[in-house]
């Protein structure tokens, strides 16, 4: 007797992988195919050697990562705002608060006044 149940969903694997390239969630790419978590891992140990959903997103999702990085910094061409964005996060700057700029003003104006005196 044959096995009977629900059709089987078909999840087209260029079509996940640029789910994956756009960093969908699990939940999100599950949603677009209309299947469970479970389902899909099954799908991914099958398609992808054994490897599970997390396993494969985190190979397949750095396209994405890697085209929004090249946008940032496009975008941090003509963005103040996003060249300070990056500065913060990748080269560790910080802005100082006012009141410290005020300090080394009256630092400065006082070795000023001091290196002028012998």
Known sequence: MAKTG???????????EKLCGMM?????????????????TKWCRENYDG???SEVYK?????????????????AEKSAAMAIFLGKNYLGQKEMP?????I????????????GVE
């Open 24 to 40: 969908c969630t699990e939940e999100e790419v599950c949603g677009f195919f209309g299947v469970t978590d479970k389902t899909l």
């Open 59 to 75: 190979v397949v999702s750095m396209d994405g990562k890697i085209s929004l990085r090249r946008a940032q910094f496009k975008l």
């Open 104 to 115: 080394y003003e009256k630092l400065d104006e006082l070795a000023a006044k001091i290196g």
């Open 6 to 16: 629900r059709p089987r969903k078909e999840i087209k694997k260029d079509t996940f």
């Open 51 to 53: 490897l599970t959903f």
């Open 98 to 102: 006012e009141d410290l700029e005020d």
